[in-house]
Nanobody, 119 residues
Framework: QVQLVESGGGLVQAGDSLRLSCAVS????????VGWFRQAPGKEREFVAR????????EYIDSVKGRFTISRDNAKNTVYLQMSALKPEDTAVYYCAARSPTAYHYALWGQGTQVTVSS
């Protein structure tokens, strides 16, 4: 059974950096597309970034381009989200999720990790 476990959240100040990790258990890590999503209080969950594990292709929402970097370590079955120049509006629960490259919906989700950015 595949499981996703996020870690690395915390409380930081505006301008600081933070790295989130998403450990993916089970086999076939290289077959997945892994995405990061976030949900702020009172707001809908939004897509942040994704990476196709097989070739490293990435995609970001405009608001994090140049500040966030998604990467993967195939040897550790882990996807990272390096967040820099954090802003208070980045405060949210961050979730990682996985899907097959041909699927539209993300079928596998982690439990989430809280990121709080103080001004």
């Amino acid at each position: 059974q595949v499981q996703l476990v996020e870690s690395g959240g915390g409380l930081v100040q505006a301008g600081d950096s933070l790295r989130l990790s998403c450990a993916v258990s089970g086999r076939s890590f290289s077959r997945y597309v892994v995405g990061w999503f976030r949900q702020a209080p009172g707001k809908e969950r939004e897509f942040v970034a994704r990476i196709r594990v097989s070739d490293g292709a990435t995609e970001y929402i405009d608001s994090v381009k140049g500040r966030f970097t998604i990467s993967r370590d195939n040897a550790k079955n882990t996807v990272y989200l390096q967040m820099s120049a954090l802003k208070p509006e980045d405060t949210a629960v961050y979730y990682c999720a996985a899907r097959s490259p041909t699927a539209y919906h993300y079928a596998l989700w982690g439990q989430g990790t809280q990121v709080t950015v103080s001004s």
